[in-house]
Each structure stands twice: as structure tokens, then as C-alpha cells.
């Protein structure tokens, strides 16, 4: 079923609850990085030029249940209100009498911006009554935040159902569109590079993109546990030898089926992440060594690989790129993607982080900032935020 899309819906005049991603970083009751919520304003303009009552919600951190004075998203109001270009109400309550108050008194073309919704503990819990009074402060629902759909939560999930009217804003469709493109229909050679720190977190989509992609290049900290099954000595590297035959499991499901697995040849490694690195073989790794950073060989090869490919998703780092001198694979691989003619994609806390770093963000296809939201996607997961979208009315 297709995603309802925000811009068939009737808002004029209506009160459109509108569940946002505006989990930013806080420091010291400040603001420490306004990227999601530039990129909300776009959606919540919108909606208000077109005559709605905007009542905005979030969360914000990990609250508990209860008001957290640290985590209110009250400095949130005013930066919206500037990205916006207009008027934001901070409303400091969720669902109680002051928000139904401010709701009452709004006109068509007000903004209001919620309490954080997990100072509630029926947010986390989907908890039905606590969907009820949030659903009665609106007529329609849109939401917008896709990192946070692979939870069932009451602004996600729950609340969305007791709506008849309910669609994906634009953030979310985006990311739906560029995700599904990758997952279900890729143009071929479908490239996946997978990177970062560990298997374990991303098990589930290593092993839906070894059963997908023509072309699985393995790089970083990951990419070590499956040198160690193949036989080479890492050294001291971070590995998760309890996931070796995990490893060698995905590595053949992959060449079984005919797709390549493309392994690091050389390496940059160093006693650790402060010391001096030396580009070594992979097969030539010291026994007091860590690998850090793939080799320019491997840079190459993968960067001869993307040229050639169709659509490429990369999620994880390919070194420890916070140093200087174990970031040049992964910024490599960064401009090899902008570089490459294909659909591209990445995804990732720390691989966006490294495209906006290189500074070729607005030459990708798609930069998926839903986090764990997008791999759980990848992975074939069904996200409770999306279906209930899919069945609006
Ligand atoms: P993402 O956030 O993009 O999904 P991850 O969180 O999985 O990526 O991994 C990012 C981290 O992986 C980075 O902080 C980086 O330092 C680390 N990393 C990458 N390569 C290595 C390596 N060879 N050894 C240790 N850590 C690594
Ligand atoms: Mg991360």
C-alpha cells in the first residue's frame, strides 16, 4: 500500500498534529546542532500557509516518563520560529489543560510547539488513554519524523490510528522513497558498503544486503571479524571473534548466490588511535597492531568499484576518522560516492557525519538521517511509524 503524502490532505482550518523529529543535541539548556530542526521548518511552513492549526510535538533525549527540566524543548520555540520565519507558541504541557487551552485559542496559520512527549510515560508505552487525549487535540495527523518510525510509540504509532486523515510529510516520504528504491527495486550492480565499528548492532541489515546487493564491500572495524575468518591475523584490532562463524555464514550466503564480497587488501595500523599509522598488507598485520583505516589499494578498488555501479548504499565509517590519520579511506569513499553516476544512499549517525565532513552531502541521491530507523528498513523490518501510515483513509 502507498504512503498517504501530506500534500492531499485537507488542512485548511483544521488542527494537524504534526509529530517531528526535534531530538537535538542539548548543552548547557542550548541548542548544540540545529540541523533537524532546519530541516522540520520547511514541513511546518507548509502546513501553516496552507490555513492549518500547527500543533508540533516531539521527544527530546531519553526522559522517563516524568518532566526533566534539562530535556524541556523550549529552546527548541525560538530557533523553529526563526527557521520557520514564524511565530512559534511553546506550549509547556503535552496533553493536559494548558495544551488544550492554547489549542482552543490558535487561528488558522499558529504554530504551537508541544512539551517534550516523553515527560509522559504513556508516550514509551503506546499506552492507549495517553493516545486518546493526544489524538483530541487535532483533526488530522502527519508525521514527519522518520527516525523515530521503528518505534511503536503513541505519537508514532499509536495516536496515528485514531486518525482518518493521516499521511507522511515530506521528510519521512523522502526517506521512504530513497530507502525502498535501495531495499526493493535498485538499479544493478547494486553496491552495499557496510563499515563502522561492530557486526552486532547491524546484523540483521549485513545479512538483508548479503542476500540483495551484486557487490558487498566490507571496511572499518566490522570488516576485521571477517578478515579474522578468512584466516588473517589482526593483531590487536577490534574484533567480535564470537561472531566469526556469523561471518563466515554471511560471507558464503553472499558468494552462493553469485554476489562478491570485496574484503580490505591493506590497511593503515598503529599500536592505537593516538600513535602514527603504516600502511601494511592485510595479510601483514603486526601482533601488536590495530587496523584503523583501510590502505589506499582498497581506496582505489572501491572507488573503481562505486564508478561502475547502479545504486550504492554505504552505512559505517571505514577507519577510526575522528583521528586525522585514519580518516582518509572513508572520506575516500565518501567522494567516490559523489563521484559515482549511480543512486546513492548513506545512512548512519557517523557515515553522514563523514559526508558532511568531506563536504559532498548535496552531491548524494539521498542522506538518510533516520539513524537506526533506516537500517531497520534495510534490513526488511517493518516500521510501526510507516504502516499505520499506509493505511490512511
Ligand atoms: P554509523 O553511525 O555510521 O552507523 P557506526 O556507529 O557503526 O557507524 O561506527 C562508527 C565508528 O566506527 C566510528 O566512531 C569509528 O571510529 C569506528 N571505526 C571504524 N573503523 C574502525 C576500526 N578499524 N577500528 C575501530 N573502530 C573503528
Ligand atoms: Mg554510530
Known amino acids: 500500500m502507498a504512503l498517504r ?27 548544540g546542532d540545529e540541523t533537524r ?53 511553546f506550549v509547556p504541557d503535552t496533553v493536559g489543560d494548558g495544551a488544550k487551552q492554547a489549542v482552543a485559542a490558535a487561528k ?59 499521511a507522511a510529510g515530506p521528510l519521512m516520504a523522502r526517506e521512504i522513497a530513497a530507502l525502498s528504491k535501495v531495499r526493493d527495486h535498485p538499479d544493478r550492480p547494486f553496491v552495499a558498503v557496510v563499515g563502522g565499528a561492530k557486526i552486532s548492532g547491524k546484523l540483521e541489515t549485513l545479512q538483508s544486503l548479503a542476500r540483495r546487493a551484486d557487490t558487498v564491500i566490507l571496511v572499518g572495524g566490522m570488516a576485521n571479524t571477517f578478515l579474522l575468518a578468512q584466516g588473517a591475523a589482526v593483531g590487536k584490532s577490534l574484533v567480535e571473534a564470537e561472531l566469526v562463524p556469523m561471518a563466515k555464514e554471511i560471507l558464503a550466503a ?34 601488536d597492531e590495530m587496523i584503523l583505516d583501510i590502505g589506499p589499494e582498497t581506496r582505489q578498488r572501491i572507488a573503481s568499484i562505486l564508478a ?7 552505512n559505517g565509517p571505514a577507519g577510526v576518522f575522528e583521528k586525522p590519520a585514519f580518516a582518509a579511506g572513508t ?16 545512512g548512519g549517525g557517523e557515515s553522514v557525519a563523514a559526508v558532511q565532513q568531506a563536504g559532498v552531502a548535496g552531491k548524494l541521491s539521498h542522506v538518510s538521517t533516520g539513524g537506526g530507523a533506516s537500517l531497520e528498513f534495510l534490513a526488511g523490518d517493518v516500521l510501526p511509524g510507516v504502516t499505520v501510515l499506509e493505511g490512511g483513509a
Not at 548466490?257 to 598485520?285: F, K, M, Q
Not at 561502475?308 to 554505504?314: E, L, N, P, Q, S
Request: aromatic share 4%; hydrophobic share 45%.
Open 331 to 346: 572520506l575516500a569513499i565518501a567522494q567516490a560516492m559523489a563521484a559515482s553516476p549511480a543512486f546513492t544512499v548513506v
Open 5 to 31: 503524502s501530506m500534500d492531499t490532505l485537507n488542512v485548511e482550518g483544521r488542527r494537524v498534529l504534526l509529530r517531528l523529529d526535534l531530538n537535538v543535541p542539548l548543552k548547557d539548556g542550548k541548542v
Open 308 to 314: 561502475k555501479a547502479g545504486t550504492v548504499f554505504w
Open 254 to 287: 553472499a558468494t552462493g548466490r553469485g554476489a562478491s564480497v570485496v574484503l580490505p587488501t591493506d590497511a593503515v595500523v598503529a599500536p592505537g588511535p593516538d600513535a602514527p599509522g603504516r600502511t601494511v598488507s592485510a595479510s601483514a598485520v603486526g601482533p
Open 108 to 166: 488558522p496559520g499558529d504554530v504551537l510547539l508541544l512539551e517534550n512527549l516523553r515527560f509522559e510515560a504513556g508516550e514509551e508505552k503506546n499506552d492507549p488513554a495517553f493516545c486518546a487525549r493526544l489524538a483530541a487535540l487535532a483533526d488530522v495527523y502527519v508525521n514527519d519524523a522518520f527516525g523515530t518510525a521503528h518505534r511503536a510509540h503513541a505519537s508514532t504509532a499509536g495516536v496515528a490510528k485514531l486518525f482518518k486523515d493521516r
Open 37 to 89: 530542526i532546519r530541516e522540520a521548518a520547511p514541513t511546518v511552513r507548509t502546513l501553516a500557509e496552507r490555513g492549518a492549526v500547527v500543533i508540533a510535538c516531539s521527544h527530546l533525549g531519553r526522559a522517563k516518563g516524568k518532566p526533566d527540566p534539562t530535556l524541556s524543548l523550549a529552546p527548541v520555540a525560538p530557533i523553529l520560529a526563526r527557521l520557520a520565519d514564524r511565530p512559534v507558541l
